[in-house]
Nanobody
């Protein structure tokens, strides 16, 4: 059974940085397309970034230039480095894995983690 576990969330001041990790088990990590999404209570879960099996990346406009998605196939872990954080980045961040190519669509992902809270104080 494929499982995803996020870590690295917490409280950070505006302008600061945080790195989220997504540990994947139960599948062939190198075969997965990995995505990061975030959700604020009462709003829809929105796309943040994704990375293909070959390392091709895609970012939401709100993340471009500030966030970097990466993966380490040996460690079967995905990462989201977030810099220049803003209060509006406050959300629960979820990682997801797809057997195909999820890109920015929530429906394109097969597995989801439980989420990690990121709070950016002003």
């Amino acid at each position: 059974q494929v499982q995803l576990v996020e870590s690295g969330g917490g409280l950070v001041q505006a302008g600061g940085s945080q790195r989220l990790s997504c540990a994947v088990s139960g599948g062939v990590f190198s075969s997965f397309f990995i995505g990061w999404f975030r959700q604020v209570l009462g709003k829809e879960r929105e796309f943040v970034a994704s990375i293909s099996r070959h390392g091709n990346t895609n970012y939401a406009a709100t993340a471009k230039g500030r966030f970097i998605i990466s993966r380490d196939n040996d460690k079967t872990t995905g990462y989201l480095q977030m810099d220049s954080l803003k209060p509006e980045d406050t959300a629960v961040y979820y990682c997801a894995a797809s057997w195909t190519s999820g890109w920015a669509s929530r429906d394109g992902y097969d597995y989801w983690g439980q989420g990690t809270q990121v709070t950016v104080s002003s």
